[in-house]
């Protein structure tokens, strides 16, 4: 029997994606092997590779200027690669602190640049995203840098940043095909797919064209965008199985209809939360209500002594990963593209069955 999970990565995968991959795992489509058998450099597994690529330009609508890659290292990764990619002759980076992801994303980059935190929410605890009226960039930095939504805070931008010349690079892992972007307005996109994507082992790499000639002597070739661009993302051995998996993933994202569908069903399934938790004082969400992540709802019980009782009879009822994160305690409730909204409904229901019990 299959649970609702709430986990913020890796984290629940659609059902027909799980399926599909279960009925060909000994036998891609009479191949007589499994995908994890396959050489990436046969034409299996380069139709499948092509066609994940081509679903993924498709959904998320990438202008032909810009290179898609399939990499590894996870997002972790990134905080290092960006700065080594990007840097050329100039020593620094601005970047916008929105919580715990872009903290991590900043401690790194001070390996490899100067680091100027153009704006902080640190000041309200990180629960909304700072006007960018507010940000005080710095003419000469090499690009400015966004978390577009913290996992671990839930808060999300709803709106897109506008750095004029300077690239805007974003961490997108935990909200990528949630919702619509305009690709073009960002110089580089970079997300893990553990989330919203695949299994872990993928990172997807986004890249205008005119921001490959400018990595750092340094930067290891697995790493390297431009050499990897060349390459077609195959100078190391990609991540082929999850690969495979997240192409399934996009082509059940286009049969439900695209990115404009999911997005409006993650709207309603987001709601239902939020609407509920604006109607009790029993839990409370910190974030201010026009930031708040459409895919990961953190919550407090008022009544902190209760987090034990709510979280086992969650678990009764087939709920589970309902645990906040440590660094903000409580509760979080992630509810990625994959989450039926009927996960979402059984929460809401229990968490009014648990206040009227407790409350
Ligand atoms: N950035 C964000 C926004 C994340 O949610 C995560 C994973 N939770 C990471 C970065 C780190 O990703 P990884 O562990 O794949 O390197």
């Known amino acids: 029997m299959r649970i609702f999970n709430f986990s913020a990565g890796p984290a629940v995968l659609p059902e027909d994606v799980?399926?599909?991959?279960?009925?060909?795992?000994l036998d891609w489509r009479a191949s007589g092997m499994s995908v994890m058998e396959m050489s990436h450099r046969g034409k299996e597994f380069i139709s499948i590779h092509e066609k994940a690529l081509a679903d993924l330009r498709e959904l998320l609508a990438i202008p032909p200027n810009y290179k898609v890659l399939f990499l590894q290292g996870g997002a972790i990764a990134e905080n290092a690669v960006v700065p080594m990619n990007l840097l050329g002759a100039r020593t620094s980076a601005d970047y916008v602190n929105t919580g715990e992801w872009s903290k991590k994303s900043i401690k790194e980059a001070k390996k490899y640049c100067a680091v100027n935190v153009a704006a902080s929410a640190e000041d309200r605890s990180?629960?909304?995203?700072?006007?960018?009226?507010?940000?005080k960039t710095s003419r000469d930095a090499a690009y400015v840098h966004v978390c577009t939504n913290e996992t671990i805070g839930g808060v999300e931008y709803h709106w897109t940043p506008d750095t004029g010349d300077v690239p805007l690079v974003a961490d997108m892992s935990s909200h990528i095909l949630s919702r619509a972007v305009d690709v073009a307005k960002y110089g580089v996109i970079y997300a893990g797919a553990q989330?919203?994507?695949?299994?872990?082992?993928?990172?997807?790499?986004i890249v205008r064209d005119d921001l490959l000639d400018r990595a750092l002597p340094i930067t290891p070739s697995a790493f390297h965008w431009k050499e990897q661009a060349e390459s077609d993302s195959m100078l190391n051995t990609p991540a082929t199985y999850s690969i495979y998996v997240a192409g399934l993933v996009f082509e059940w994202l286009k049969a439900r209809g695209g990115i404009a569908a999911i997005e409006r069903a993650n709207i309603a399934k987001a709601a239902l939360l939020y609407d509920y938790l604006d109607r009790t004082e029993f839990y409370r969400n910190p974030v201010q209500r026009e930031d708040r992540s459409r895919m990961n709802v953190p919550f407090k019980l008022r009544d902190e002594s209760l987090d034990e009782a709510f979280l086992k009879g969650a678990k009764e009822r087939g709920m589970v990963q309902l645990k906040g994160h440590r660094v903000v305690g409580g509760m979080r409730a992630s509810i990625y593209n994959a989450m039926p909204v009927e996960g979402v409904r059984t929460l809401v229901d229990y968490m009014q069955e648990f206040e009227q019990r407790h409350g």
Do not use: C, D, H, I
């Not at 799980?18 to 795992?25: G, H, V």
């Not at 989330?195 to 790499?205: E, H, I, Q, R, S």
């Open 18 to 25: 799980l399926r599909t991959a279960a009925s060909e795992m």
């Open 126 to 135: 990180f629960t909304y995203v700072p006007a960018q009226a507010t940000w």
């Open 195 to 205: 989330k919203n994507m695949g299994p872990a082992g993928l990172t997807v790499v």
